[in-house]
């Protein structure tokens, strides 16, 4: 433990346990997401490699990596190379400000969550030089939708959290967690006296992010059925690979961001024993849910997608935000005087 | 009376022949015989009326492979095809069928009949009337080499976009 | 939205849907010319599946062609089966006993409720919903056990013969399609609150794709497409043979005339179906299955014949020409999805790429059967 007090040394620890996780969970929730489809479709999923089908995603993984790395001609060399990265790299990088427990943050940065957006804007830049780079009809109109989808939905993402942020003070998510402490009625979800519509709130928030994350029933980025795979359709062995871990790991930063700004983050329920897990309990039960979705679900179309976004969504946000402020303002106002 | 209506109105068409036959024997209510230079204008009867069209197909009547009881005209057998334009029976013929139906409450099915020579298969299209002609055509240029005048694209529908042969000639050797 | 598509200064570029593609179930290209997301002309290229079955009639004996017959929409095979021996029992008039004509009926309203589940799951499929494809071929094994016990075969069906059917039906046939019966009718329900109440799914389908009455006509579309443009023409009511007129059911009609419209036609076309299977598994008399008098040897008399039946995508017509010998002189198949996809050209112009897949999916194609 007086390892983890010298600087470099809890560097070090953080980010090969930060890079581990993220990898790990790329790997596991492909593994997740084949089950829970099973499942839902009335079959088992896999069960032959290892006991439940456990070691599928490392022989999945070695048979990516065995794929020979087929670069297309007239493709853009640079764009075409770079683009899985851009998906993967801010995804993994924003893990730094995630508290997992109470000193279990990489790095308690007070400007975490604007952090944290700015790099999931990167996102979108992986997707449209991907497609545009691939020099195919059907990843340039999958970039396209893309592109037109990100910016929609982050509109009324961000003007949610400008909601919540009017309520936590703060932007360093470990604070924002602390601020939720005690029974799980005191966790932002439930804090009607900031804002009595908290639960639309949370519901925009993860539509939301389901939509930034490209996840059905919001991927027309990869519409199989349409486009083949989208922006994707050129890459083939550990580019496709990477590609799915960014879209993993953006899932994971979503529904960690939902965790820690609505559902008290490591905050247990019950008052005690707060910690880690229950950080993690909630954020599966989260994934599960995306997961879920996905299988229930079919596909919007593109207007059917921007029409909920600028004609329900941004209204519906933005009358959020005054109602917050206008709640807030009472509320100080009868608190004061009382 | 649908059946009734559509014969009167054929008759000003003066078709080369207009059989009524017993559907519970061929299939069809009305057998008709046209001139190739006709079947425009009994396709817009039949759109008239409100007829749809189910399908165009074409018969190679290679005379050496025609039935072999019928040497001579078939109007001694009496139970062929009965509107059989009195053709020598030495010329070459290809046949083309048109189906058409009715969606309606009446049941009247009509085959709508034109024999080209074979030498020269050449007749109006309908596609301006039954867009859905156009298709069928095509197949049937594709399977014969007749040739549809005034179709928009009669390239080929079903074989390559090279072909040059017509499988369902009687003659035809792969 | 469609006059957008039209605006001649925009550069287009053309883009291919298939041969190799997953939503154009089979072989089927299409050649997309695209001005942004708006498709201005749509043109699909036949041929790639074409195995001149028309030219095997000719080479082949009356009997030898049926098993083609069986490969030409083989989800309704059953169908093409019953419509071959029509036409040639009516050529050569060969009398079906009625414990065989019911059992045609059984088995081909069985077969049409396997075609019209495979398509459901297929359809929503192309929509991005994946899971209803499980439940329904879920449903539709049970189908194929039937039928496999019976015809020997789970796809490619063969089992009609001139004068009846090969084979009888046993007691466990008749006591599993009452059980399958029961169980779909308990299942229909859900696929219902699942798939046809989804708000996305109907926004996905409702008013889009629309094809008109007058359009199916010029077209020569037949079946569920015809049906769901709000004209009730079903070749089994319309121009009944076999059983049907001594049977009760209903010609589900929508008038909408869009791809909903067209979904709801088959999912109550389901339900119809079971209602003719109950029906006939009650009238089932007994008797022998083939005709006594049936030619080991047939030769139709010299002309030609047509039958029209309903199969599960539309009229499925054959025409036979015959010499009087024992090979056809000239055989027609007249293939409903043929005439179905010709208006997909014109019905699609100005169309965005998702609703022109969900028009072509609610179109129910089967490839092999348009190419024959």
Redesign the interface.
């Known amino acids: 433990m007086a390892l983890l007090e010298i600087e470099p040394f809890r560097l070090l620890i953080f980010l090969g346990g930060l890079i581990a996780f993220a990898a790990l969970n790329a790997a596991y929730l492909v593994w997740l997401e084949r089950k829970v ?1 099973a499942h ?4 088992i999923g896999p069960k032959e490699v290892g006991p439940f089908g456990l070691l599928q995603p490392l022989v999945d993984g070695i048979k990516l990596m065995s794929k020979q790395l087929l670069v297309p001609g007239g493709v853009d060399p640079v764009l075409f190379k770079v683009a899985p990265l851009l998906v993967l790299v801010p995804a993994v990088m924003s893990f730094v400000t995630i508290p997992f427990g109470e000193n279990l943050a990489a790095r308690n940065i007070d400007l975490g969550l604007l952090m944290i957006f700015a790099f999931a804007s990167v996102n979108v830049l992986g997707l449209l030089l991907g497609g545009w780079g691939s020099a195919n ?2 990843a340039v ?1 999958s970039a396209a ?1 893309a592109v037109s989808q990100n910016v929609a939905y982050e509109i009324p993402m961000l003007i949610t959290v400008i909601t919540m942020i009017m309520v936590t003070h703060t932007m360093n998510l470990n604070e924002i967690v602390k601020q939720q402490e005690g029974m799980f009625w005191h966790w932002y979800l439930f804090r009607l006296s900031a804002n009595p519509l908290m639960f639309v709130s949370f519901l925009i928030f993860f539509v939301c992010s389901l939509a930034e994350t490209n996840r ?2 919001f ?2 980025g990869e ?4 486009l ?1 795979a989208g922006f994707h359709t050129e890459y083939s062995g550990m580019g496709f690979g990477v590609f799915f871990m960014g879209e993993y790991a953006n899932i994971v930063i979503g529904c960690s961001l939902a965790t820690v700004l609505f559902l008290g983050g490591w905050q247990s329920p019950i008052g005690v024993a707060s910690g880690w897990w229950w950080f993690l309990l909630k954020v599966y039960t989260l994934i599960f849910c995306v997961m879920w979705i996905r ?10 997608l921007l029409n909920l976004s600028w004609k329900v969504l941004i209204p519906i946000s933005l009358f959020n935000l005054l109602l917050t402020g206008a709640t807030i303002k009472l509320w100080s106002f009868f608190m004061g005087a009382a | 009376m649908l059946c009734d209506a559509l014969k009167n109105d054929f008759l000003a068409l003066a078709p080369l022949a207009m059989v009524d036959t017993d559907y ?5 209510h009305l057998d008709i015989n046209l001139a190739s230079s006709q079947v425009v204008q009994a396709a817009t009867i039949m759109a008239g009326r ?1 007829y ?4 165009v ?1 074409g ?2 009547w290679l005379s050496s ?6 040497k001579k005209p ?1 109007v001694a ?1 009496g ?3 009965p509107a059989e334009p009195p053709v020598a029976a030495v010329e070459e013929q290809m046949e083309v ?1 048109y ?1 058409y ?1 009715h ?3 009446e ?1 009247c ?1 009509v ?1 709508v009949r034109c024999r080209i020579p074979r030498a020269n298969p050449e007749l109006p299209t309908i596609s301006e009337v ?3 002609a ?2 069928h055509e095509r197949e049937t240029h594709d ?1 014969f080499g007749i040739r549809f005048l005034g179709h928009p694209d009669l390239s ?5 976009e090279d072909a040059d042969f017509h ?2 000639l009687k003659d035809f050797k792969v | 939205m469609n006059d957008l598509a039209c605006s001649p200064n925009q550069e287009t ?1 053309v ?1 291919n849907l298939g041969p190799q ?3 154009t179930h089979g072989v089927l290209r299409v050649k997309l010319t695209m001005d942004g ?1 708006y498709i201005v002309h749509a043109e699909p290229v ?2 790639y599946i ?1 195995r ?1 079955h ?2 095997m009639g ?1 080479n082949r004996t009356w009997a030898q062609f049926m098993p083609n017959t069986g490969r030409l929409d083989y989800l309704g095979a059953l169908s093409y089966n019953h419509g071959y021996a029509l ?1 040639v029992e ?1 050529a050569a ?1 060969i009398e079906v006993p009625e414990r065989a004509e019911y059992i045609r009926v059984i088995t081909v309203e069985l077969n049409r409720i396997a075609s019209h589940l495979l398509w459901y799951g297929a359809f ?8 209803p ?3 329904a071929f ?1 449903d539709r094994e049970h189908i194929l056990d039937l039928l496999e016990s019976v015809t020997g075969s789970r796809l490619t069906f063969c089992y009609f013969r001139f004068g009846g059917v090969y084979n009888d039906i046993d007691d466990n046939f008749i006591t599993g399609t009452r059980a399958f019966i029961k169980r779909l009718r308990s299942r229909l329900p859900d696929y219902h609150n ?2 046809t109440k ?1 708000v ?2 109907i ?2 389908l409702k008013d889009v794709g629309m094809i008109s009455a007058e359009m ?7 079946g569920p497409v ?1 049906r769901g443009s709000g ?1 009730c ?1 079903d070749v089994r009511k ?2 009944p043979y076999s059983v049907y007129p001594e049977l009760n059911f209903d010609i589900p009609v929508y008038g909408e005339c869009d791809s909903m419209a067209r979904y709801m036609v088959r999912m109550d076309e389901i339900e119809q179906s079971l209602r003719i299977i109950e029906q006939g598994l009650d009238k089932l008399p007994e008797g022998p299955v083939m005709a006594e008098k049936a030619p080991k040897i047939i030769k139709p ?8 039946v309903e199969a599960a995508r539309g ?1 499925f ?1 054959i ?1 036979v ?1 015959s ?3 024992n090979t056809p ?2 055989l ?1 198949l ?1 293939s409903p999805t ?2 179905n996809l ?2 997909y050209g ?1 019905a699609c112009q100005g169309m ?4 022109a ?1 969900a028009l072509m999916g609610s179109l129910d194609l089967v490839i092999p059967e348009i ?2």
């Open positions: 489809a839902i479709q009335c079959r009809k059907y109109i939708r059905a029933p991927d027309l519409a199989e059925s349409e083949i299988w229930t679900y079919p596909r919007t179309t593109l207007w059917g | 519970r024997a061929k299939g069809y409100g749809t069209l189910e399908a197909t018969v190679d492979a025609a039935p072999k009881p019928a078939a057998e139970e062929e095809v069928v189906d139906i969606t309606g409450k049941l099915r085959v039954f867009a859905g156009n298709w399977f080929p529908l079903l074989l390559p499988p369902l | 570029f883009i593609h997953p939503a997301e036949l041929g074409h001149m028309e030219k000719e036409v009516r008039g929503v499929l192309d929509l991005g919903g994946f899971t494809l499980l439940y879920d699942l798939v989804n996305i799914l926004n996905r199916c006509r010029r077209y020569g579309a037949t015809l004209v023409y319309n121009e008399p010299v002309g030609d014949y047509y039958a029209a009229t017509g025409r020409v010499d009087g010998t002189y000239r027609k007249r043929f005439s010709s208006l014109e965005l790429l998702a609703d897949l190419d024959r």
